[in-house]
């Protein structure tokens, strides 16, 4: 079995619902350290449980983490009638004007649940919560329904609640966007946003969910997906994902984020240059791992060659955030088979 530090710094994805020749091939010679599934991919519980089978099997570690977006609403892959509808993080945000504890423990038990079905898959890492504080003027594809609330600390606390479900039903959760993506006018997806409000603000407001997070005791066992977005104040000639400087003193410097940290997919239009050159500068800001998905079959070539193998560093996060994965999945069973 290949040691991390054999891997490749990214996680990619696959063209359909099982591995192409190629795919297979690609896998085998290049070893990335993450595999994501998306909608595509996701057809019967069997058949995503032998993709995820068949990814490890290439790599060659059966601990690989698997992604997937997973949020409830309109960003989930695994779809009705396979699998459970969950309702979008807007919905545990209404509840708390009514109930705040009520919020909480509602947000983390359907959070543990879609955890439940996921980790029957194979699936290890969601991409989930958005911690983003969405602005007046925050772009519909995150304010429609992915965020929790403009509230900072409900963001935070929703945002605790959703990782801790995740964590006790074995997953890994993802929060995003790090530094914070709600002042975002633009779909990232197709432009990069420009956010030129001050470091303080930011500080008071932007940054708050994510530093309640990196303080709480799951702060190892977190990975955190950065955004593309500029922030003017902070550096105005970089998004944060490529942006040393962000990575270095807002990430993990005021904000003290300890965890995985792994750039937003590549192949979005926020970034320009070409894809290696991508996968270069996330890589040289400061990411643990890189990642391309939704491109074509050759650029997934030219990322997996462009990146580099994970350094000493983040495979002890990576490692570290494994072993508290299954710590908390093992107490929660050990929770339940006792009351019994």
């Not at 695994?78 to 545990?92: G, N, Q």
């Not at 993802?174 to 779909?187: E, L, Q, T």
């Not at 001050?198 to 990975?223: G, N, Q, V």
Request: with cysteine; hydrophobic share 45%.
């Amino acid at each position: 079995m290949p040691q991390l530090t054999e891997l490749k710094a990214i996680v990619v994805d696959a063209s359909g619902t099982e591995l192409t020749a190629e795919e297979q091939e690609l896998f085998k010679s290049e070893r990335p350290a993450g595999f994501i599934l998306f909608k595509r991919n996701c057809v019967s519980k069997r058949q995503v449980k032998e993709l995820v089978a068949s990814v490890r099997a290439c790599v060659g570690r059966d601990d690989l983490p698997v992604l997937i977006d997973q949020e409830g609403g309109s960003v989930a892959r695994l779809k009705a009638p396979e699998w459970t509808e969950y309702p979008p993080a807007k919905t545990f945000g209404a509840m708390v004007e009514k109930s705040a504890d009520e919020a909480f423990s509602a947000a983390r038990e359907n959070t543990l649940r879609m955890a439940r079905e996921m980790a029957d898959l194979g699936i290890t890492v969601d991409c989930a919560p958005v911690v983003d504080v969405p602005a007046p003027d925050c772009h519909a594809f995150l304010a429609a329904s992915r965020t929790y609330s403009d509230d900072p600390e409900v963001v935070g606390m929703l945002g605790e609640a959703v990782c801790r479900g995740l964590l006790q039903g074995g997953v890994t959760p993802v929060i995003k966007h790090i530094p914070g993506h709600g002042r975002a006018r633009v779909d990232s997806h197709l432009a990069l946003p420009v956010t030129d409000v001050s470091h303080s603000i930011l500080s008071a407001c932007d940054f708050k969910p994510f530093m309640h997070l990196a303080r709480s005791d799951m702060k190892t066992a977190l990975w955190a997906m950065a955004a593309h977005v500029v922030y003017s104040a902070l550096d105005p000639d970089s998004a944060a994902t490529v942006s040393k400087r962000i990575t270095d003193e807002v990430v993990r410097g005021e904000i003290g984020f300890e965890g995985v940290l792994i750039a937003d997919d590549v192949s979005m239009k926020a970034l320009g240059g070409t894809v290696e050159s991508r996968v270069e500068a996330t890589m040289a800001a400061g990411m643990d791992l890189t990642m391309i998905c939704n491109a074509p079959f050759e650029d997934r070539v030219r990322a997996l060659s462009a990146a580099p193998l994970l350094s000493a560093t983040s495979t002890a996060r990576i490692a570290k955030a494994e072993e508290q994965r299954a710590a908390h999945a093992a107490a929660i069973l050990e929770q339940r088979l006792g009351t019994r």
